[in-house]
């Protein structure tokens, strides 16, 4: 996860700085620790980054979630809710927090909705009472991870 940051941060400052050669006549350029501090204050001021911060604990569970459900499967984008669902309570216990229902799971997928970092989708097709739900993250997971930082949720996205 660090790494990851890391690399992440000096791409962020390499198009900083190679945006900042224009104008000059050489093809040569230096990234500088004024563009990787740039980049730094770009990454944790954005508007992404600043909700994830911003949003409940359970609500960045759920976000690492429906991110690593979507890694995960196959072909599908959106994901049922039932099955990020497991995945949350995983997370949940891996992070010593009671896991909420799924009805409040739903409701967290609302506030992430309004916040911009996560799609639903409520299959009209189905033959059920009630239609499931489906869930798609609205974000790069490298805006997610960046963001996360330090917190310790970070690490659910290392390789196992």
């Known amino acids: 996860g660090d790494v990851r940051r890391a690399l992440e941060i000096c791409r962020r400052a390499t198009i900083i700085a190679e945006s900042n050669k224009a104008g000059r ?3 040569e ?8 501090n740039s980049a730094l204050k770009r990454g944790y001021s954005s508007p992404v980054a600043s909700a ?12 690492c979630a429906i991110a690593i ?12 809710l039932h099955g990020v669902m497991d995945r949350y309570e995983r ?9 909420a229902e799924e009805e409040v799971a739903e409701e967290l997928c609302r506030e992430l909705v309004a916040l911009g970092l996560v799609l639903l989708l409520r299959l009209a097709h189905s033959h059920r009472p009630v239609r499931p739900l489906q869930v798609q993250l609205g974000i790069a997971v490298t805006d997610l991870q960046f ?13 196992a």
């Open 29 to 36: 350029w230096d990234v500088t620790i004024d563009h990787v």
């Open 69 to 80: 459900s979507s890694s995960s499967a196959a072909s599908a984008r959106f994901q049922p």
């Open 52 to 63: 994830i911060l911003h949003a409940s604990r359970h609500q960045r569970i759920l976000l």
């Open 91 to 99: 997370l949940c216990m891996s992070q010593r927090t009671e896991a």
């Open 147 to 159: 963001a996360l930082g330090s917190d310790p949720l970070a690490d659910c996205f290392a390789p």
């Open 25 to 27: 006549s050489t093809s």
